[in-house]
């Protein structure tokens, strides 16, 4: 029996994290008493309380519900807590049930089959589709996302009671995705990446060689084309996909629709043609994340027809290429990403789409390890704008570095238009320039002055 099938009481320490959020949401629905602590009101949090989840935040004990029989109550809480916060140093003295966010994860959803979306950039957007294609079928999902769809208004999807597939973000940050033990499970990308956690690119691999050893027997991987991962370990039938490479699963007659604005492409599968899907999001790099959302679903079990209509329906996450504002004269988009491979990704997108147009982009770097350990790779990223803004770095769990800052990156940039300014700097240096495309990325607060940059480019017009 799930030791959760216990518990009468859950307490979040960091409930308005994106994954512990789910979680909240997940046990609020199956009839859990539900509380929870963070650092700070968000957008998140907000909705917590509108769904009648006691959220509160301030680190002090006296919030902690005392009607809680200790015995029934699970605490579940983030690597990223300080060593020193009070709710969860008591935590640890009560007989409370006490564990991450990982393992509860892992407790939920290995009871079902398991889809598991994993890689240092990409499975937000892959897991969403996936989640998206499988609840327009007859098999339905449910599903805990790294992001707010905006098919489903949350990141959390309640399976249906006949449905035996729930699809998971997979996160290698603190090697959380070690708690999963997917049937199907699927890896993007593997980048050097949370060095701070792994020390080394060599130690990434070696957890996702080990992530995908668990894989129940019978199950599968979808590898993409390129990923380089001793398979030994797994049993496992192993496919590829690629955006147009050749690869098990890929697009065949990829073109954009320019009247309409969306991709049309042929699907290839091992069993044939998918032919004429559509993809009303922008950019390439989705596509290619469709062929991937594509792949699980063909793998589920998920009919040609029904994988074309989830596709077409998919209208996106929040923060992932996410199209804030578009007129004749200016367009402004904004994305999560906040490692130089997705910055890569996500401006060559932007420009493909937009060829004829000039691009400027506000990044925000995330973390000064992050900043630290690949200026030089941030710094290529950002030379591919036409325009290049940059403020102060999000420090989000870390404590300053000396000798890190934004600057480390502005300084080895080779683009001549560029500037390092304070984040509530950007309106006013917009409104000031000719603006054509305006792009804004990062995984910390970048998006908070997102209306701000409306205002002036509606005024522009």
Known sequence: MNSLQKIKNVYFLGIGGIGMSALARYFKHSGRNVAGYDRTPTALTNALQSE???????????????????????????????????????CKEKPIWLMKRAKVLGLVCNEKSCI??????????????????????KAGCGAFLGGI???FGSNLLLPPENSPWIVAEADEYDRSFLHLKPQLALITSIDADHLDIYGDKGKITESFEQFISQIK??????????????????????????????????????????????????????????????????GLINVENAVAASALAFLAGVSVDEIKSGLENYQGVLRRFDV????????????????????KAVISSVKALYPDRKVTGIFQPHLYSRTRDFASEFAESLDLLDGAVLVPIYPAREEPIKGVSSDLIFGKMKNENKFLVEKSEVPELLENRETDVVLTMGAGDIDGIGEQIIEVLKNKN
């Not at 699970?74 to 060593?83: D, F, N, R």
């Not at 950039?121 to 892959?126: E, I």
């Not at 490479?245 to 042929?266: M, P, Q, R, S, V």
């Open 217 to 282: 027997p019978g199950g599968k991987l979808v590898l993409k084309k390129g990923v380089e991962l001793n398979t030994s370990k797994t049993q496992a039938e192993i496919f590829s996909y690629a955006l147009t490479e050749k690869a098990d699963f890929t697009t065949i007659n990829l073109h954009l629709n320019n009247e309409g604005g969306f991709y049309c492409f042929d699907l290839k599968t091992p069993d044939g043609i998918i032919s004429q899907c559509k993809l009303n999001y922008p």
């Open 149 to 151: 769809s905006k098919n």
């Open 52 to 90: 009648g989840i006691d959220v509160h935040f301030e680190d002090d004990i006296r919030f902690i519900p005392s009607k809680w029989n200790p015995v029934e109550t699970l605490a579940v809480y983030t690597p990223a807590l300080p060593e020193d916060h009070k709710q969860l140093n008591w």
């Open 324 to 343: 804030k504002f578009k007129s004749e004269r200016q367009i402004y988009i904004d994305d999560y990403a906040h490692h130089p491979e997705e910055l």
């Open 116 to 137: 598991a979306v994993s890689g240092t950039h990409g499975k937000t957007t892959v897991s969403t589709m996936t989640a998206t294609i499988l609840s327009k079928s």
